[in-house]
């Protein structure tokens, strides 16, 4: 039977409701169907988590910081190795495609990864252009909440929370550039943050 393994992000500071100490608990589904603890992988705040394609690697944001962690998953055990981090602005959503990891946040950015799944740079910072939504202070700024792929994943969607608009792009390799496809107004302080693509 193949094992099942659930990854935990969470808060770890005090002021944000956690314990002052933890990070990403790995668990692991016994014969009797309860989840049994087989590791913590010590993080402050790991709490936006996301696969790579072949679930090969776990990469962990770190919610109110800036610190981005890459983690390998073990075939047979479920349990992380620690890679590399690197610095990143405050995000909240990610996603790895083709070989890169996608965030979104204040802004979205853009990480080439290497082959290990570890971080080798980031290719491009990018912040669409909107105009700020009139509900202050909750929208001071822009704010591309949420970025998903489309099901063929050749263009992405941001959920843009400040500026009351969805907007779809392309990320050109050859140029390390973003390319607008559409853009798509919301109602005036909707503030939206998530979507999802039916399949």
């Excluded at 992000?9 to 014969?31: N, P, S, W």
């Excluded at 405050?90 to 802004?107: A, D, I, K, T």
């Excluded at 998903?148 to 779809?168: E, I, R, S």
Aim: proline share 5%; with cysteine.
């Amino acid at each position: 039977m193949k094992k099942e393994i659930m990854y935990v992000g969470c808060f770890t500071d005090i002021d944000r409701a956690g314990l002052g100490k933890g990070g990403i608990g790995v668990f692991e589904k016994d014969d009797n169907g309860t989840w049994v603890n087989i590791q913590i992988m010590e993080q402050v705040n790991p709490s936006y988590l996301c696969f790579n394609e072949n679930k090969t690697n776990l990469y962990a944001i770190q919610g109110a910081g800036y610190q981005m962690h890459s983690y390998a998953i073990d075939k047979e055990t479920g349990k992380l190795t620690y890679l590399n981090s690197c610095e990143g602005l405050p995000s909240n959503f990610r996603q790895v495609v083709r070989g890169q990891l996608y965030v979104s946040g204040r802004e979205v950015e853009i990480y080439n990864l290497n082959d290990d799944g570890s971080f080798k740079e980031r290719a491009i910072s990018y912040l669409p252009d909107a105009t700020i939504g009139p509900l202050k202070p909750k929208q001071h700024s822009i704010n591309p909440h949420q970025i998903m792929f489309d099901p063929k994943q050749k263009y992405f969607t941001l959920v843009n929370h400040g500026a009351d608009c969805l907007t779809v792009h392309e990320y050109i390799k050859e140029t390390n550039e973003v390319k607008t496809i559409s853009k798509m107004p919301v109602l005036e302080a909707m503030m939206p943050r998530h979507i999802a693509f039916h399949k």
